[in-house]
């Protein structure tokens, strides 16, 4: 183990010493001419002592922690670190569960692993390279996924920073679709050409949670994507249920899956329009309205701009739900924390002049593990709101 040496400023290790993952370049004393994005480097404090092993970029985030013990970064390096992840999810139940065949295998800073997502679909794994360095390592857990997985039938990269380079490092293109089990739901999954890995397993215990509200009621899924929430209501014996998205693809997909659970149904709409414009045209019509928005931020710079769009959408929905309505609203922007999040929409309620009470506080599942040591990796919050 002889990598280039990265020394922090006096009284900056305390962050490594509690086994946060991130490295800031402010701490930073002095570091070797010539480094290069996803460079591995030894982090040292300046009087010497040995802090962990990580990588090098170029940023406010200067190093991104892959271990706080001296070991080489190599295939035997990666294999325990995917095998402890594989572990957990077999103990929680998720491998070869006859129930649910979708769910995160790899997340990210959450599994101590930045930069790398891993996502099981049925018998294919996406992974969602985030970060450059993992790039030379692709190979390495390709293979370290096959002997996990022994019935895998493919495995596709997506990358973050440079989308062409997209493709399969494992198994013969045979489709890019396929259809995935959620509980008593199916889903279509399109890694290819769907957002994020294909599909948002994240949300998947608070479709559960909102459905059981549901029965007789009429339903705004608002933000819908490709209708999780919606094909959720509709088993659970919504009256009716709207899904609305500003993209004609999302509702085509939408509608899509409508289709695949219940074939052609009347008590399905998929419309196409900004949410904002479309909670603003409505009122007294939903029982029930769910707000799961894309990230309004996506960088501490724009936090400010993303709380007051938080703070709108939601006093929309609280000014327009029906007297006795359910209003589910989420956030996965992680620079909004949960306690910043219940103060927006504590904001919103007064503004709506509506009396609100809390039901349930949401947060993403297990398989979406947070790191006790790194709370960013805690980026999906909720709550599910009585509004009398």
Known sequence: MNYP???????????????????FSGAIHSKPDGLQEGDIVQVQ????????????????????????????????????????AYQLRKQLGFVDNPVTNAYRLIHAEGDSIPGLIADVYANNIVLQIQLKGIVPYIQDIADILCECYPKIE????????????NGYVYGPKKQDKVIIQENE???????????????FIDQRENRAWISQYCKDKT?????????????????????????????????????ENIKLNFGNTSSHKGIVADCFDYLKSIDNL???????????????????????????????AMRRI???????????????????????????????????????????????????????????????????
């Not at 493919?154 to 989308?163: K, N």
């Not at 339903?219 to 899904?243: P, T, W």
């Not at 709506?352 to 980026?379: F, G, V, W």
């Open 154 to 165: 493919s495995i596709y990269v997506q990358y973050a920073f440079d989308e062409r380079k």
């Open 185 to 199: 739901n199916c889903f279509y999954v399109d890694w290819a050409n769907g957002q994020k890995t294909g599909f």
């Open 322 to 388: 029906r007297k006795g309505g359910i209003l589910a609203t989420f956030s996965c922007s992680q620079v909004i924390d949960k306690d910043l999040f219940r103060k927006i929409i504590f904001g919103a309620a007064v503004d709506a002049n509506r009396k609100i009470q809390i039901l349930h506080q949401c947060t993403q599942p297990a398989d979406h593990p947070i790191n006790i040591y790194h709370p960013e990796s805690e980026y999906l919050k909720g709550l599910i709101l009585y509004v009398e």
């Open 45 to 84: 404090s300046v009087i010497g002592h040995f802090l962990g092993i990580g990588q090098f970029y170029p940023g406010s985030i200067m190093v991104r922690m892959l271990t706080f013990e001296p070991k080489s970064i190599d295939h035997n390096f990666w294999k325990q670190k995917i095998l402890s």
């Open 286 to 316: 939903y029982d029930i309205i769910i707000l799961d928005p894309p990230a309004f931020a996506k960088h501490i710079h724009s936090l400010k701009n993303a709380s007051t769009g938080y703070k709108q959408i939601n006093l929309q």
């Open 219 to 255: 339903v705004l899924n608002a933000f819908s994507y490709n209708g999780g929430f919606s094909v959720y209501a509709l088993r659970a014996g919504a009256k009716e249920v709207h899904s609305v998205d500003s993209a004609k693809k999302a509702i085509a997909e939408c509608d």
């Open 5 to 23: 040496v990265v020394i922090l400023k006096a009284g900056k290790e305390k962050s490594l010493l509690q086994r946060h993952l991130w490295v």
